[in-house]
């Protein structure tokens, strides 16, 4: 049976070819506009015209100014303070993108709400990183990028494609061109990090590991009771690496635990700034010579101090998301690991 094109020509080819090609669009919230802004420059794209701002109430609204029907739409959104309204503007924006008919939506979320709420510690407790993964899926979204999850098992509460990136080549980079190597013990300040300081060791030439114990007080949010050396520290430089540093308190006592095991110097290396409370004074006031951290998270000027570097996390993310859009390989910009 032959059929009739909408020119009047005969064909064979049932069903209708659409005639454009591909369209990714990157929208942002209020939380760090800046950051959009530089992944959108380095992704040679323009952020798209938002409307968005509260209620008296406190109720946010959020409406695209262009037509985002069959895009390929990625919402990046910094989840810092007050994490809550800007989880949920994030939120409101994917159940839009959802009800204008965007063909797939990607959140990217640099910082991961909730992620150190990942297991029960005790009884009647929630799994609040769960609980965040379900309500992006919910709200309408096929897919999620973030930078350096609190635990890699997280990827799991998903129900999708996860691309997990990581800050530790850009981190390693900055001290590889400033420290002597061969002098360097990286430390891992948990037990959780171990796996993490040993990909540090590889990177930087297979340097010496430490590890430090420490037990926390199940009763008293981020407060940690003792501290224990593991690993050769003894007149060397060392480099704490962690997934974030949100009071400072577990930093500047593994740091002062480093230095009575005999370090000669401690440098930190953290991917997210969290920055809460007493954490600035804590590190300028502590015996750490470097806090290095990414813009993951926002670090406004009353929170900078002089012995902090901020490295721009917006190229790997700019290349993570072109690499989503035109279905190449993100684990290749890891080496394979995810």
Known sequence: MKHVSVEGELSEVSGIKASGQKKLMLFTGRADPDLAREVADNLHVELTPTSAYDFANGETFVRFLESVRGSDAFVIQSHTAPINQWIMEQLIMVDA??????????????????????KKHRGREPISARLMADLFKTAGADRLITVDLHTAQIQGFFDGPVDHLFALDLLARHFESRLDTSQVTVVAPDAGRVRVTERWSDRLGGVPMAIIHKKRDPDVANEVKVFDVVGEVEGRTCVVVDDMIDTGGTIVKAADALFDHGATRVVVAATHG?????????????????????????????????????????????????EVFSDGSVTSLFGGHS
Do not use: C, H, W
């Open 97 to 118: 993108l959802k009800r204008a008919s965007a063909k797939r939506i990607t959140v990217v979320a640099p910082f991961f709400g909730y992620a150190r709420q990942d």
């Open 274 to 322: 969290v920055l809460s409370g007493p954490a600035v004074d804590r590190l300028k006031n502590s015996r750490i010579s470097d806090v290095v951290l990414t813009n993951t998270l926002p670090i406004p000027m009353e929170k900078q101090f002089d012995k902090l570097t901020v490295l721009s996390i917006a190229p790997l993310i700019a290349r993570a998301i072109n």
